[in-house]
C-alpha cells in the first residue's frame, strides 16, 4: 500500500449526502476482486448518460475536476452495503482523500485499509472546503497527514482529528498484510521453535 503523508491536488465538489456504496461503484462493476480497473466504473450512473455517453454535467466529468484527488462530500459517505469494490474505484480513479462530516464505519475503515483518508469535519468547515472546492482548476487543497491539517487555495487551515493507529498505518503504508509482514521475524522464530519441539506438527 502506497504511504499517506502529504498530498496536494484537485478537490471536487460532491454537496450530495447519504452517497451509498451502489452509486459509488454499481453493482454491474462487482464481478471481479481485482483491486485495478474499477476507476472507470466510479459514480457509472452519474458519470454516464444511458446511451453510454458522457454525462458533461456530473463534477467529475468537468474538464477542471476530471484529474482530482480529494473528493469533498455531503453527509453520511459510503453507507449501504459493505463492498470494499467502493474504496478500490475510488483509488483507481485518482481519489486519495475523502472530506466529509460522516462516513458508515465499514467504509470508513476499508478507505484505512486501502491507502485512502478518509478526513471528518464539522458542517462549518465542510461548507469552507466546499466553497473551495467549486472554485474549478483553482480549487487545490493540501491535505498533511503528519500535521493533520487541510490547506485551501488562499491559505486558510483546518485541523481535524483521525485515530493514532490508522494514521500510523497510513503513514507508513500499512495494510493488514504489512502489518503482519512486521512481524516475520517473530512469526519466523516461532514457526522455528515449532519445527523442533512439534517436529510432528
Same mark, same amino acid.
Given at each position: ?14 454537496? &450530495? ?42 463534477? %467529475? ?9 480529494? %473528493? ?27 472530506? =466529509? ?19 471528518? &469535519? =464539522? ?11 467549486? +472554485? ?30 490508522? +494514521?500510523?498505518? %497510513? ?31
Amino acid at each position: 500500500m502506497d504511504k499517506f503523508t502529504t498530498l496536494t491536488g484537485v478537490a471536487a465538489p460532491l454537496p &450530495v449526502v447519504n452517497v451509498d456504496t451502489d452509486m459509488i461503484i454499481p453493482k454491474d462493476y462487482l464481478k471481479t476482486i481485482k483491486r485495478t480497473g474499477l476507476g472507470k466504473g466510479l459514480f457509472a450512473e452519474a458519470r454516464f448518460n444511458d446511451d453510454g455517453s458522457v454525462n458533461p454535467d456530473f463534477v %467529475l466529468n468537468k474538464p477542471a475536476y476530471q484529474n482530482a484527488r480529494i %473528493l469533498v462530500a455531503g453527509d453520511n459517505f459510503g453507507c449501504g452495503s459493505s463492498r470494499e469494490h467502493a474504496p478500490w474505484a475510488l483509488l483507481d480513479f485518482g481519489i486519495r482523500c475523502v472530506i =466529509s462530516t460522516s462516513f458508515a464505519d465499514i467504509f470508513y475503515n476499508n478507505c484505512f485499509k486501502n491507502g485512502i483518508l478518509p478526513i471528518v &469535519v =464539522s458542517q462549518e468547515n465542510l461548507d469552507k472546503l466546499m466553497d473551495d472546492a467549486s +472554485r474549478g482548476s483553482n480549487a487545490v487543497l493540501t491535505v498533511d497527514l503528519e500535521s493533520q491539517e487541510i490547506t485551501g487555495p488562499d491559505g486558510g487551515s483546518i485541523k481535524f482529528d483521525i485515530d493514532a493507529f490508522k +494514521r500510523h498505518c %497510513l503513514l507508513n503504508g500499512l495494510d493488514d498484510i504489512g502489518l503482519t509482514m512486521e512481524k516475520a521475524s517473530s512469526i519466523t522464530s516461532y514457526e522455528k521453535t515449532l519445527e523442533t519441539t512439534r517436529p510432528w506438527a
